[in-house]
């Protein structure tokens, strides 16, 4: 299947600070990405959709002044989890369908983020 | 948006007996249904998948049914194996836009050896 790069696996920051983290599609050229959080035992939700050359567009509730996507070319896209809050501490991950399937939606390996 | 249901939340099943969890969707324009296999931290993988327009598609011990009529389909797990435990989950596509894909809420499945 097709490979999606996602790092860092895991990051502990501070209250107040900013984190990124990046998705990459290695061997497919992925025009949509998506976003999503997980909290323990819980399901994968929507965050946002990613488009490159365009804005991302986000899930009701979700703040896009506080998640900034970014799909700057057809393999990356990044999420930045501005001025981070305890609240904000879960397994983010991202995925990328590949167009020639035009179906099969293939994920990183998710960024589990701890905020102090 | 389409909301999807998914049953049961736990499930436990001696080695070697079937598994079957189920889903329904809410949104009669959804056309694609894959399932997910998810290990603790681990990513989710995709283990089979079905289209709106085909009733059942089986590989090797696991098959999925779809009954468009009642927005329901099914993941069938037989011969289970102790590396089949891990929570699984069922996802619908919409049909327009970018497609989005709304996950179930998972069944934990724990084969007892």
């Known amino acids: 299947g097709a490979v999606v790069s996602q790092h860092p696996s895991r990051v502990i920051c501070k209250s107040g600070t900013s984190v990124k983290i990046e998705c990459r599609s290695l061997?497919?050229?992925?025009?949509?990405m998506f976003w999503y959080r997980q909290f323990p035992k819980q399901s994968l939700m929507l965050m946002a959709t990613?488009?490159?050359?365009?804005?991302?567009?986000?899930e009701q509730g979700v703040e896009k002044d506080k998640f900034l996507i970014n799909h700057a070319s057809l393999t990356l896209s990044t999420l930045t989890v501005t001025s981070a809050h305890p609240e904000d501490s879960s397994f983010y991950i991202c995925?990328?369908?590949?167009?020639?399937?035009?179906?099969?939606?293939?994920f990183g390996s998710g960024t589990q983020l701890s905020v102090l | 948006g389409e909301n999807v249901e998914q049953h049961p939340s736990t499930l436990s099943v001696q080695e070697g007996d079937s598994a079957v969890i189920k889903c329904t969707y809410s949104?009669?324009?959804?056309?694609?249904f894959p399932w997910y296999k998810q290990e603790l931290g681990k990513r989710p993988q995709l283990i089979i998948d079905?289209?709106?327009?085909?009733g059942e598609k089986k590989d090797q011990r696991i098959a999925v049914t779809l009954n468009k009529t009642a927005k329901h389909f099914s993941l069938h797990i037989t011969e289970t194996q102790p590396e089949d435990s891990a929570v699984y989950f069922c996802?619908?596509?919409?049909?327009?836009?970018?497609?989005?894909?709304?996950f179930g809420t998972g069944t934990k499945l724990q084969v007892i050896p």
């Open positions: 996802a619908a596509r919409d049909f327009g836009g970018y497609q989005k894909v709304t």
């Open positions: 995925s990328a369908r590949v167009v020639s399937t035009n179906e099969k939606l293939f």
């Open positions: 990613s488009n490159e050359g365009s804005k991302a567009t986000y």
């Open positions: 079905i289209r709106s327009n085909v």
């Open positions: 949104d009669s324009a959804s056309n694609y």
């Open positions: 061997d497919f050229q992925a025009t949509t």
